[in-house]
């Protein structure tokens, strides 16, 4: 009996682990199967409302009206002004192709197998030159028979991408010089940083945006006109600099003091200490950090319609205003935050495989 106590234990223990490697502990089962009852409840109306009651084609709103599902027919005739806005309609053709340009600028830049290559800064610097030009002529006309697009004009996706890119790139420049800042051995410098961050993180992005539109205008001189876009553009810089900037003060401070000390043992100099060891290994590690932040500029440039700016969501909003679709709204939304949900997911997705590769010692080959 004492020898066959233990051994049903054992079979018991044994029977209890295959159950619990198949279906989990018993608060999962539970949610398990709370979730899949509402999947069952909602996927189906979901499929129903998008594919089998919907309308689609170029027909009118009485069409709509008469179906119980979506209507993608308003999709199909507001696409192009959701997607471009004001930008004129016979030339949005130069929008698009400025926006492929770009992000397939953007693709050869983010592929890490370029990256180890022979005279790879070269080559990205050559892409860029010739990329930016490309969509600046295409953008705003005034040359090679194109005419001429005045930049306020601008609006939809092509300034979504262009506020967050732009805002993105020169922001992680100007944290790296706030984070490197705030950790000198100047008083002077770490105070002006702290300063800055301190009071940029205080404020919201609102109220910065309002003072570049408004304030900027009245603090330069009359002959100094700085565009409405270029000023929203130096206030998501600013903004998004000071977050980057403490995020990248936790990586430097996480990085030993021996990578310093190695740095200075084998002669490098302050800047090329930082360049070469200290920041890469920063970057590396801020990489989930800074991915957040950069989804939230994204999504946050549709704050821009609070100073006359229409961006992708504004120009969603200036679409279901028409009255010829009128109570026709939720379809354009749907159709919106899948535009931002491709843009985000690819970050988000981007950044993981960025991280699988440096862990893997990719970064070293």
Known sequence: ?????PRGRSLKQAARG????????PTNI?????????????????????????????VGREACAQASGACWAFIAAKARLIVFGRYP???????LLAMVIFLGAMAFSADWRRWRRPHAGRTLAIVWLIALPACAVLMTGGVFGLRYVEIDRWSGLPLTLMLSAF????????????????????????WICIAYIELIRGVPLISILFMAALMLPIILPDELVVSKILRAQIAFIMFFAAYMAEVLRGGLQ?????????????????????RRIILPQVLRLTIPSLVNIFI??????????IISMHDLLGTTNAAIIDPEWLGI?????????????LFCGGISWYSQSLERHLKSGGARR
């Open 30 to 58: 539970v949610l398990t199967l709370i979730i899949g009852a509402l999947l069952v409840m909602i996927v189906p109306t979901i499929f129903r409302w998008t594919i089998l009651d919907s309308v689609w084609g170029n």
């Open 167 to 190: 805002g993105i790139l020169f922001a992680l420049l100007f944290s790296i010089l706030l984070a490197l800042g705030r950790q000198s051995k100047l008083p002077v410098v770490r």
């Open 1 to 5: 009996m004492s020898a066959a106590q």
């Open 89 to 95: 309609y016979d030339d949005q053709w130069r929008a």
């Open 254 to 274: 996480a990085i030993g003091k021996g990578q310093y000390e190695a740095a200075d043992t084998i002669g490098l100099t302050y800047w090329q200490g930082m």
């Open 329 to 341: 709204y939720v379809e354009a939304y749907v159709f919106t935050a899948m535009i931002y949900f």
């Open 296 to 305: 939230s500029a994204f999504k946050d440039t549709s704050l821009v319609v």
């Open 18 to 25: 295959v159950f619990k490697g198949l279906f989990g502990t």
